[in-house]
């Protein structure tokens, strides 16, 4: 009975060592992806939720409150329904959102941060109907180290009782 030579051994080692290499290599390159699709996507749903909650309060708001600071960062926004109000507003990195007398709730979670938000107060004119627009602009940051993102919103509505 024989067994394997010296250098059958090396080049069977030898070849063993390269396919477990390129396993570690394709495994750690797909957990990459999958972080940066994983912060792309917190970062879209993020955002998304943002954008929505601000389109639905300015549509349903009659007016615009004193409180409200425009085309500065961090902006705040205040918007009148009546007798009651909703009120925006950064606190450090979570934008947060305040009903009437409510508290505070906040609009982004913990594993996002606003960087800036701009808030912008416009008069559209057309065939002597005006229009009040109030829009919005901010970054979004999601993730960490290597994959840290960013990533800037745009939006607007028109105010209900501005027309």
Aim: proline fraction near 1%.
């Amino acid at each position: 009975m024989r067994g394997y030579s010296l250098i059958e051994t090396l080049i069977y080692s030898t070849i063993l060592a390269l396919i477990a290499a390129l396993s570690v290599a394709s495994t750690i390159s797909s957990w990459r992806g999958f972080q940066k699709s994983k912060v792309d996507a917190q970062i879209a749903r993020n955002g998304e939720i943002v954008l929505e909650r601000f389109t639905r309060d300015v549509r349903l708001a009659d007016n615009i409150g004193v409180s409200s600071s425009f085309g500065s960062s961090p902006g705040a926004l205040e918007l009148l329904y009546g007798a009651t109000s909703t009120k925006y507003s950064l606190s450090g990195q979570m934008l947060q959102r305040k009903e009437a007398n409510g508290n505070w709730e906040n609009l982004t979670p913990t594993d996002s941060k606003i960087k800036d938000i701009i808030f912008w107060n416009e008069f559209i004119s057309f065939l002597e109907i005006s229009s009040r627009i109030i829009k919005v602009e901010f970054t979004l940051e999601s993730g960490n180290g290597a994959f840290l993102k960013q990533k800037k919103f745009f939006g607007s509505a028109v105010l209900r009782g501005s027309y």
